[in-house]
């Protein structure tokens, strides 16, 4: 099975800081996928990374405040900046392999800002 | 993206079969119905996907009406391991969009 590997699994940060958090996948994807979880909530798509282009990113989300890297076909980080409280959630990557079947994601990373 | 809607919740017991069932009213012809599971502190799992009639794998069943404005996720004979949130998807490619989901809680 694919393996995603997330980093740091859990963070607590002070207001005002950034954090990057970083997802590394097992073998090369060409799409990769960051979302929000807010606590007791669904999965809210953040932004899709592809392999050297820009983020696309969903409604309601910047780079300036989410900027995300790709730089290569196995790796990817986002960073949260600027933190407030309401940025409280788990961070989740995911990839699909180049398939529609089937999304991997990995085991998240919770933050907490204080 | 077709929108989804579950019920927010269920409760079931040990050995018995769990019926989940998802709206999706406008799913769009190119559309596949997927479910995901998601135990606390981890991200979601895939379970099984369908585009029409009936999907079984080992794990769970998945039934499709003609109409596919709806779909039913079967898990047959839950334990307490299955306690988690259960996600509805519909849509075509690689972009997911998550629903609400149902949590369910299986009691011994």
């Known amino acids: 099975s694919a393996v995603i590997s997330q980093k740091p699994s859990r963070d607590i940060c002070q207001r005002g800081t950034s954090l990057t958090i970083q997802c590394q996948v097992d073998?090369?994807?060409?799409?990769m996928f960051w979302y929000r979880q807010q606590p007791g909530q669904s999965l809210t798509l953040i932004a899709t990374?592809?392999?050297?282009?820009?983020?696309?990113?969903e409604s309601g989300f910047v780079i300036d405040k989410f900027p995300i890297s790709r730089p290569n076909l196995t790796f990817s980080t986002l960073t949260v900046s600027n933190m407030s409280p309401e940025d409280s959630s788990i961070y989740l990557c995911?990839?699909?392999?180049?398939?529609?079947?089937?999304?991997?994601f990995g085991q998240g990373t919770r933050l907490t800002v204080v | 993206l077709a929108k989804t809607t579950q019920p927010i919740s269920m409760d079931s017991y040990e050995g018995q079969e769990v019926n989940i069932t998802c709206s999706h009213n406008?799913?769009?012809?190119?559309?596949?119905i997927t479910w995901y599971q998601q135990f606390p502190s981890q991200g979601p799992r895939f379970i099984i996907q369908?585009?029409?009639t009936k999907v079984t794998n080992e794990v769970a069943s998945l039934f499709i009406p003609a109409d596919r404005k709806s779909s039913t996720l079967s898990l047959p004979r839950v334990s307490l391991s299955d306690t988690a949130v259960y996600y509805c998807?519909?849509?075509?490619?690689?972009?997911?969009?998550f629903g609400g989901g149902t949590r369910l809680m299986v009691k011994p």
């Open positions: 406008n799913i769009a012809t190119n559309d596949y």
């Open positions: 990374a592809n392999q050297g282009s820009e983020a696309t990113y």
């Open positions: 998807l519909v849509g075509a490619g690689n972009m997911l969009t």
């Open positions: 073998s090369q994807v060409t799409m």
């Open positions: 995911s990839h699909d392999r180049d398939r529609d079947t089937e999304a991997f």
């Open positions: 369908g585009y029409k």
